[in-house]
């Protein structure tokens, strides 16, 4: 078993120094803003090359310098330059470069670092971004903390330098929550496992003794809830990360699905079935008080809020096939928004509220596609025998999904992003499904 390590705070564990020349200069608000894309699907732009060059220091610089560069690779904004073209190899991020070995191999904009052991045993880890345009330091922060952490810092160190440059938040100090599934296809164990954004850290939640599906991240990322199949009827749970601590939201007569959290955290939104139909419930966190929302014979499930949490998105198939509804948070008239040909199910919509992925089923295809809350501008991004479950990246700029091929093999994840520009395979030790994305770390 893989064991994540011990959370960490920018705040309590992250030590951040800010100086006038030998410090690590931030930049003003008004600089810090420009930007160079437009994020909108259909815009055209090229991806900033950078050169992430070798941290400087003891143990830890060049895992460092791998996660970052890894990191970049996977972004779609960013392209990390292969350091076999580096005529310049910095030895002393404190001294200011020359530009001209980097304008020859196109750079826009380099990385250096540093990673030592204090007295005490602590990593601390710095960075400096250089734009290579003005030859000015436009970035720089130090970081101290556990030597344990030292991924989490340079997932934190590549969200800064995604954020300065792209002027989008980053995505890269997350975590994924996921079905994990091991064994034969007609017999496989499903436990509940969460990892790292790019498939490390892995740590399993459950011990598989029960069948487990659908985990769902709180806004705050210290909670899951998930279903969890018995010898009793399907149980919604709710799940501390950190502590370990699961309690049970609620004992429900038919079968429960798709629980999910409404926006600030206290409330959960499910399916509930009894008598052949399907309806919509909340449950409030604190008094257990479930609320019905739908009330018809149609199947009504995978219901999901909206990011100010006045509508739920959710499939249903009171129209005759299974399609996209849209209706107010505390029930009412339902409004479809879903006229492609095919079936639409497991709706989520994304952090920034302009759109709305779902799965897609046509002519025996699944496919992950977005449209706007309105129902126009549906797109394609992947399709194939078995493409499921999409959930958003914070940034509402990525995706995950699995893909399972059938037969005798079995589900992996993958990422993709909002403008269907790449396609990346996330590494996990077996078979996965069901992925979450996360909120950023706090």
């Known amino acids: ?19 006038a020349t030998a410090g690590f200069a931030t930049i003003p608000g008004a600089l810090a803003q420009n930007r160079y894309f437009d994020v909108r699907p259909g815009a055209t732009f090229k991806p900033v090359p950078v050169a992430v060059t070798q941290f400087v220091g003891d143990t830890n610089a060049a895992q460092l310098t791998s996660i970052i560069i890894n990191n970049f690779s996977r972004s779609v904004f960013l392209t990390p330059l292969d350091p076999k073209t580096f005529t310049d190899h910095p030895t002393n991020p404190d001294v200011p470069l020359q530009m001209a070995s980097w304008k020859a191999i196109n750079a826009q904009y380099v990385v250096t670092g540093r990673a030592t052991h204090g007295p005490n045993g602590r990593l601390q880890t710095e960075f400096r971004l250089w734009d290579v345009t003005t030859g000015a330091q436009v970035a720089g922060q130090q970081y101290v903390t556990d030597p344990n952490n030292a991924r ?34 007609i017999h496989r164990r499903k436990r509940l496992a969460i990892m790292d954004q790019d498939g490390a850290n892995v740590r399993y939640l459950t011990s598989g003794d029960n069948l487990v599906l659908t985990p769902r991240f709180s806004p705050s990322s210290q909670e899951i809830t998930y279903m969890s199949f018995g010898d009793s009827e399907p149980r919604v749970l709710l799940l501390n990360i950190d502590t370990g601590q699961r309690e049970v939201v609620g004992h429900f007569s038919g079968m429960t699905f798709a629980p999910r959290f409404s926006p ?30 739908s009330n018809t014979a149609a199947i009504d499930t995978s219901p999901c809020y909206s990011p100010d949490g006045s509508q739920i998105v959710f499939d249903s198939d009171r129209g005759g096939s299974q399609q996209l509804y849209i209706m ?25 509220g302009d759109y709305i992925a779902f799965t897609k089923q046509t002519k025996g295809m699944f496919a992950i596609g977005v449209m706007k809350p309105d129902g126009t501008g549906e797109r394609i991004l992947t399709e194939g025998f078995h493409n499921e479950g999409p959930t958003w990246a914070p940034n509402g700029l990525f995706l995950m ?39 950023l770390l706090a």
Not at 9 to 19: E, I, K, Y
Request: with cysteine; charged share 20%; proline share 8%.
């Open 328 to 352: 107010p948070a505390n029930g009412g008239t339902a409004q479809r928004i879903s006229f492609g040909d095919g079936t639409y199910s497991t709706p989520v919509w994304s952090p920034r």
């Open 152 to 185: 989490r810092v340079a997932h934190i160190i590549s969200d800064a330098i995604f954020t300065r440059i792209t002027g989008e938040k980053g995505f890269f100090d997350t975590r994924i929550a996921f079905v994990d599934e091991t064994g034969p296809a």
């Open 1 to 19: 078993m893989k064991n994540m390590i011990p959370p960490i705070t920018r705040r309590s564990a992250c030590g951040f120094l800010v100086g």
């Open 264 to 293: 600030d955290g206290q409330k959960i939104i499910m399916s509930q079935s009894q008598s052949g139909a399907s309806d919509l419930y909340t449950m409030d966190l604190r008094t257990h008080t479930t609320t019905r929302l």
């Open 401 to 439: 999904f699995f893909r399972d091929p059938g037969g005798n093999s079995g589900p992996h994840i993958y990422m993709r992003d909002l403008f269907g520009r790449s396609e990346f395979l996330v590494p996990t030790p077996s078979y996965a499904s069901d992925p979450a994305w996360g909120p």
